[in-house]
């Protein structure tokens, strides 16, 4: 019998998705929860900043365009786009060594509010929920272009994410090729469905139902759990409880569902370290190819850098970059931490 204990031992964990592993190391987690709780860094913005190229009526960065004095939400395309739509097309192979392709894409930016000063945790329900029908509205107006295969929403927080500017905000990129991490959710969601007639993400849920280890927070549409394969110390993942695809697919009442548990995490998160939590977050959406994608199972990811204070970060380097990825504390032990904290924000608090 073996005495193999995934709590104490050092273990590698598969992530069924990516099909890709990582290293768990328990054992140099053991020290006692520290819990630092520093004092919450003052960080107060303004409602409006004149300075701030986001906020309602204020000309944006190079001064090519004035945003107007938008009340909920604003889309305009990106400025700065990574990819435009009148790249002409052509291809470079060096003996297939050499390879090259041409890229077109649209590229956007959401603003969440008209207010500066908010982030999700911060914004009434109704407002997320306005977000949401944004992303819907957005994923359906770029992907039936048929220059469009995939459309990636996403959000950077914080400027630890590279992100340049607090006014609450998003970001589209849509392109003709699947990228990288869609494409291998893509094959694993595809063999899994051919295989076993069923979901690989609707299984998966099932086993953590089953297990309630890893879970959260939940509703009565969407579950919030740390997967067992996370490599970020707090990752997490959005799952819808109904099988589809794509937020356009969500009913009033499961985007409300939806808007409600985002604020729920992100109070969770804010309220880990007592500081605006800065994270990378996205939805993977079904590719925009023209055909069915029945495999596809509408999930975000939440992927934060820090690992034990509002300023000690996890850093990626060394044996992460060269070998695979690693963690110390596990998932479940994540999952409990983020369970116990209180879904009402520090701020309101007191
Ligand atoms: P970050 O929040 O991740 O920094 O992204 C902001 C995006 O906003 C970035 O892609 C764009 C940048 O190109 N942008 C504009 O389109 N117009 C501006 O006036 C400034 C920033
Ligand atoms: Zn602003």
Known sequence: MSDFQMADHPHRRYNPLTREWILVSPHRAKRPWQ?????????????????????????????????????????FDNDFAALLSDTPSGNVDGQGLLVAHSERGICRVICFSPRH?????????????????????????????????????????????GCSNPHPHGQIWSNEYLPTEPAKELTSLTEHWQEKHSCLLCDYLHLEDLLQERIVCENEHFV?????????????MILSRRHVGIIPALSSEERLSLAEILRRLTTRYDNL??????????????????????????????????????????????????GMPQRDITAETSADQLRKLSETHYLDAG
């Open 224 to 236: 919030v759990l740390v997967p067992f394969w996370a490599t970020w110390p707090f990752e997490t």
């Open 273 to 322: 370290f007592r500081t605006s939590f800065p994270y990378s977050m996205g939805w993977h959406q079904s590719p925009t190819d023209g055909t069915p994608h029945e495999e596809w199972h509408l999930h975000a990811h939440f992927y934060p850098p820090l690992l034990r204070s509002a300023t000690v970060k996890k850093f990626m380097v060394g044996y992460e970059m060269l």
């Open 117 to 161: 000063d908010l982030t999700l945790p911060r914004m009434e329900v109704t407002a997320i929920q306005r977000v949401i029908d944004v992303w819907a509205e957005q994923y359906e107006d770029i992907g039936s272009k048929p220059l469009i295969r995939y459309v990636q929403i996403f959000e950077n927080k914080g400027a630890m994410m």
């Open 35 to 75: 819990g630092q709780t520093e004092e919450p860094a003052v960080e107060k913005q303004p409602e409006y900043d004149p300075n701030c190229y986001l906020c309602p009526g204020n000309e944006r960065a190079g001064g090519k365009a004035r945003n107007p004095r938008y009340t909920e939400t604003f889309v």
